[in-house]
């Protein structure tokens, strides 16, 4: 893999005289001390200010299923190319499918969407399409969710799902200056036994993938149903990851966290019904991936406004914001923090730096290009200061 476009020369010269620097490097107490001291004077950025600096700065993406990032006229190309019948007449159709009352509701129109997927060229062009759509976000590194078993089930081998997607990952490393790595998720509503097989059947491939995660239907299936792969996954060195508590209960995240052993939770929202199991997120500076637009969509709150981020943030937490399934779901990875920032005036501009470098600090890469990224996202806080 190729490094990053940030150029620390850059970085540097561009930030103005007279503006103390940050620390260099990822700063583990970051997401323990919301009272730590920075050269950036938050206060005086004005609300305008602060949604184009949302837009503008450097961000890292960890939560983002490819297979969410199909646009329904990439669908309807790829299945007249193809020659899948797809049970909508048309892209507006398609579209007003998109009315999700929970999780599973939306899994069954995402799944019929990924059935267009069929050549290495289709996996290729649809995660080109969402490199290009990120790299306009201003997202440097991305750590894109892949769900093989959707395809594997249809008689598409494995080879064409990761060669598909590597090849469009290594075209957005050369092309667009971005960073790219591939998480292999498990489908949690099938057994752990074809999760195994999954995982067997990738390892050819295990240099083009840094990770395993576990998403689908989570009511009803917990993190402790994938003990024995997740362990597999460990010992061939996989960074792990898991959604728990987007639907499911805190136990599940507590599962995640004792029996997974996960570096990351994905969404993990519901963890605020268990103060003790904060305390130690906290404590354990547990990254949670949010995806506020998702959680709005399926339900999980009744309105951005009524989104639960301001209080994991008080918290102490370390959080994250990403688009999940952008295609789904109204909006890429900007339109999720703008969004949020528009609807819940509480979140202040200490808060938006926070999530942002956040990101960097929780993402698989190492502590070099974490220290590049947060120089450049210094700078652009620097330079928007009134
Ligand atoms: N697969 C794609 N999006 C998902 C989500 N939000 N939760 C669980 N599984 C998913
Ligand atoms: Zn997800």
């Not at 990822?26 to 005086?44: E, R, W």
């Not at 306009?136 to 598909?164: K, L, S």
């Not at 808060?351 to 470098?357: E, P, S, V």
Request: glycine residues 6%.
């Amino acid at each position: 893999m190729q490094k990053p476009r940030i150029d620390s020369r850059r970085a540097r010269e561009s930030f103005p005289a007279g503006v103390r620097r940050l620390k260099v490097g990822p700063n583990p107490d970051l997401c323990l001390d919301p009272a730590m001291t920075l050269p950036i004077d938050f206060p005086h950025i004005s609300r305008p200010h602060l949604l184009q600096l949302l837009r503008d700065a450097p961000k890292a993406e960890l939560h983002i299923h490819i297979e969410g990032s199909l646009e329904p006229e990439l669908i309807f190309e790829l299945a007249r190319r193809n020659g899948v019948a797809l049970p909508y007449a048309s892209v507006d159709a398609l579209r007003q499918a998109y009315a999700f009352t929970n999780l599973q509701s939306f899994l069954d129109v995402y799944y019929a969407g990924a059935s267009v997927l069929i050549t290495e060229d289709d996996f290729d062009a649809m995660a080109w399409a969402y490199f290009r759509r990120a790299a306009h976000d201003n997202v440097v590194h991305t750590e894109i969710f892949f769900d093989p078993q959707t395809h594997t089930a249809r008689g598409i081998d494995m080879g064409v799902v990761i060669r598909g997607l590597d090849r469009a990952a290594r075209r957005a490393e050369s092309e667009l200056g971005l960073s790219v790595r591939l998480i292999l998720c498990f489908l949690r509503h099938l057994s752990e036994d074809d999760a195994l097989a999954t995982l067997a059947a990738a390892m050819p491939y295990r240099d083009r993938f840094i990770g395993v995660g576990l998403d689908s239907s989570e009511m009803g299936h917990p993190p402790g149903k994938f003990e024995r792969v997740f362990a597999r996954a460990r010992e061939a060195g996989l960074h792990l990851v898991a959604h728990a508590g987007e639907e499911g209960p805190p136990a599940y995240i507590r599962a995640a966290l004792d029996v997974l052993k996960v570096q990351r939770i994905d969404h993990g929202v519901r963890c605020v019904e268990d103060p003790e199991l904060v305390a130690r997120l906290a404590r354990e500076r547990m990254p949670l991936t949010v995806c506020p637009l998702s959680n709005v969509k399926l339900r999980v709150f009744d309105g951005l406004d009524r989104h639960n981020i301001p209080a994991l943030l008080a918290a102490g937490l370390c959080v994250t914001v990403n688009s999940d399934d952008p295609a789904y779901f109204g909006g890429y990875v900007n339109d999720n923090f703008v969004q949020l920032f528009e609807s819940l005036p509480q979140l202040t501009a200490r808060d938006a730096y926070a999530l942002l470098r956040n990101s960097f600090d929780a993402a698989f890469v190492d502590d070099e290009d974490k220290a590049l990224w947060t120089e450049e996202l210094d700078s652009v806080f620097a330079a928007h200061e009134p």
